[in-house]
């Protein structure tokens, strides 16, 4: 019985097997991996740099003619990629890999590939010099490649310029160098930074001038020991956290203990520092010694205290003086008036006698009227009687 074959058929009428459709397939996969493989090594974004197993070039695409201003034909089968590396960076490396291995390690192309050589994923960043001299920081993935028995017949090195990165990083430390200078010249302010369980992670000059520990005997150490032994025990120094903690931000003052043992009156303002998704990742705690301003405020305390009395009592001494006086000054003035009412009247000189004690009187009464005013205004006893009157009237 003939054995029947499964096909389909093609468009000009003929029948394809199934095995002809799995190699078409085949075929066709290696020519996409193909197109891909190519287009990935002939990217400008990356420098792919292929050598035989001697370091010689053999490969090198347009994305390391773009990098580094050779073109191929100036390259391949004439130079090795140390010839485009920085020789010292190459003796470092070398030192560190031989260190790391045990194992005396030649400062040349040996160095670029050592580790890939072992199967070894070898990723790291090396300087390359470009035709013109200049050079950049690239950042390498270097690759052994192997035929089917697993000999190395070659090396791959794809690179990517690291330039943007590097200089994104060195403004990053130069900011982060800048703002921790700025903290460390403050020596007003105690500034810390806490770890999220409370305990210091950094520690300022500012702090160890104000509390008297230097960064190494307080750096790991919980922030409730900058509070008198009374309040830790009350439970005052994890209130105040939990507060922070609620709030992400809470200002108190009240005293603190230096190293030595001293107290002192702080004002601190604790903030929580969070992440970009809301997760707690710690504490600043800003603090600043008030103990001087304290003595002044607690002074004009005093002095204005004391001030309040002496006027109280400059109050009190008007007001009995000013009685004392209207006593016998209102009975001058009946006896003077009784004098000029008198018969027979008082002759003329007795009459400007008379005339003088009574104006000088009521000036006098006047004037006494005046003082107790005084005296119960600056008491606080004044009565004020409140009444209607019409805004039109003269």
């Keep these: 019985m003939a054995k029947k074959v499964l096909g389909v058929q093609n468009s000009d009428g003929r029948v394809a097997t199934t095995e002809g459709i799995a190699e078409l397939q085949h075929q066709e996969s290696l020519i996409k991996t193909g197109a891909l493989q190519n287009a990935i090594f002939n990217s400008a974004n990356f420098s792919s740099i292929a050598t035989d197993e001697n370091g010689v070039v053999q490969l090198f695409n347009v994305g390391a003619e773009r990098m580094l201003g050779y073109l191929a034909v100036e390259v391949v089968n004439k130079i090795t990629p140390v010839d485009i590396s920085d020789p010292q960076e190459l003796i470092t490396r070398s030192i ?7 194992t005396a390690i030649a400062p040349g192309f040996e160095a670029l590939v050592f580790k890939a050589s072992r199967g070894i994923e070898d990723i790291y960043e090396l300087t390359y010099i470009r035709k013109d001299n200049s050079r950049f920081p690239a950042m390498l993935s270097v690759t052994a ?10 090396y791959l090195l794809i690179g990517t310029d690291n330039t943007a ?14 703002f ?3 903290v460390e010249s403050v020596t007003d302010y105690a500034i810390v930074m806490l770890d999220p369980e409370g305990c210091v992670v950094s520690w300022n000059s500012g702090a160890e001038r104000i509390q008297g520990y230097r960064a190494e005997d307080i750096v790991g150490q919980h922030f409730s020991r900058f509070y008198l032994a009374e309040d830790v025990v009350n439970g005052k120094a994890q209130s105040d956290m939990e507060k ?8 108190d003052e009240g005293w603190r203990v230096r190293k030595d043992g001293s107290s002192f009156w702080a004002n601190v303002i604790y903030t929580a520092i969070r992440d970009q998704f809301g997760n707690l990742r710690g504490f600043a705690k800003l603090t600043r010694d008030q103990t001087e301003n304290r003595q002044v405020e607690s002074a004009l305390i005093d002095a204005k205290s004391a001030a309040e009395k002496a ?11 000013s009685h004392e006086l209207r006593s016998p000054l209102n009975a001058i003035l009946g006896f003077a008036q009784l004098m000029e009412s008198d018969s027979p009247s008082p002759t003329p000189s007795q009459a400007a006698n008379i005339k003088q ?10 004037l006494i009227d005046e003082i107790l005013d005084l005296a119960v205004i600056e008491s606080g006893r004044l009565a004020l009687s409140l009444e209607m009157v019409s805004a039109g009237s003269d």
């Design 96 to 102: 560190a890999l031989g260190l790391e291995f045990a």
């Design 145 to 154: 490649l192997r035929n089917d028995q697993e000999g190395i017949i070659g």
């Design 165 to 178: 990165r590097k200089q994104a990083e060195d403004k990053l430390r130069w900011a982060e160098e800048s």
């Design 180 to 182: 921790r200078l700025m």
């Design 244 to 251: 922070v903690r609620a709030n992400g931000r809470f200002e």
């Design 311 to 321: 006027n109280r009592a400059k109050s009190d001494f008007l007001s009995s003086m």
């Design 357 to 366: 004690i009574l104006q000088g009187g009521w000036y006098l009464l006047d």
